[in-house]
């Protein structure tokens, strides 16, 4: 067999993980798969000067993590809108002359990690958007070596050799970048969330509030403290009262112009949501990530960070219209 054609064999299974490597550390669905891609084409040119030094896999990702270091050289960091200031009181606040400036974090699918062997919760729990947050705050050879360890779980030796650097070195970056994660990422206990039966039934629940225009159906899903944050617009909500007067007065309208389909991202229960537009067909509008956890003993949804990106559908192997 050719070399090349060996290379795409071997190489294929690890296509997944790689996405959702490069993802973690670009914070992008669209510029992960751009530069797993990219580094397929340098592996698979390079494939004949590679004499099995290392694993395929650590090869791939040496490959991977060089391509990420070198694309976030002089790159904002990827932000949700809770991270650029307070939270906005008005409901009615102008939504017009936005002109940008900002890096976005964007959705994971999850189906895009569903064939990767990082079926541990540590994997699972990293792409969260609280922690893909957070992790947006370190250094970026930090980041690195962090998810290298931690996520991946390559030994020191590995990561040092990856990073061309030394195992001390390298300990003590992770260090670093656990004690900073530590300050800034959620508490375990902000992470516990309800069970799978009543994730579906949420929402189910949710769906059915936006498809049906009910508001005191979707009211009542909704934690006292709730935050909504909707990128690319940059102000941002907290508190059942606002979040609902905005929803009510710019994103409700009437039933049968919304059909909501479920999916799920960064390990989170999802849903892509529809719109009628003036022409009468259903098109591409945002994709929804919800956070749930319980309060007062009772299961309901603690954040809604919506997407306003069509472009994203295509990641989600979705339509642009229905």
């Keep these: 067999m050719p070399a090349q054609e060996e290379f795409i064999e071997r190489a294929a299974p690890f296509r997944a993980e790689l996405i959702a490597h490069c993802y973690r550390m670009l914070g992008s669905v669209h510029d992960a798969e751009d530069l797993v891609q990219e580094t397929y084409l340098r592996g698979w040119r390079g494939y004949q000067a590679f004499e099995e030094r290392a694993a ?60 990767t062997p990082e079926g541990s919760v540590t994997a699972r729990q990293s792409v969260r958007l609280a922690v893909m947050t957070a ?6 050879r930090q980041r690195a070596v962090l998810i290298l360890r931690d996520v991946v779980q390559f ?28 300050e800034i990422s959620p508490t375990e206990d902000d992470a ?22 009910d508001m005191a159906a979707l009211s009542e899903l909704l934690q006292a403290g709730v935050k909504l944050e909707m990128p690319p617009l940059p102000m941002w909500f907290t508190g059942r009262d606002t979040v609902m007067r905005f929803l009510a007065a710019r994103a409700f309208t009437k039933a049968g112009d919304i059909v909501m389909v479920r999916t ?59």
Excluded: K
């Design 56 to 115: 395929l896999r650590t090869w791939l990702y040496r490959i991977a993590t060089t391509a990420c270091l070198r694309a976030l050289e002089n790159r904002a960091r990827r932000v949700l809108p809770a991270g650029l200031g307070d939270s906005s009181i008005d409901p009615d606040v102008s939504l017009d002359g936005y002109t940008g400036g900002h890096q976005w974090l964007e959705p994971l699918p999850d189906a895009l990690m569903s064939e």
């Design 135 to 140: 992790l947006q705050e370190l250094p970026a």
């Design 155 to 182: 030994s020191a030796a590995e990561v040092a050799e990856l990073l061309e650097t030394t195992p001390a070195a390298v300990n003590s970056s992770l260090q670093r970048a656990r004690a900073r994660l530590a």
């Design 192 to 213: 516990v969330e309800p069970d799978d039966a009543q994730l579906r039934e949420l929402l189910d629940r949710y769906c059915a509030a936006f498809e049906n225009a």
């Design 264 to 322: 799920a991202a960064n390990a989170q229960p999802a849903v892509a949501e529809y719109r009628r537009s003036a022409d009468g067909v259903l098109r591409a509008h945002s994709i929804h990530v919800l956070t749930a956890g319980h309060e007062a003993g009772t299961a309901g949804i603690a954040a809604i960070t919506v997407f306003l990106d069509p472009a994203l559908f295509s990641a989600f192997g979705l339509p642009q219209s229905r």
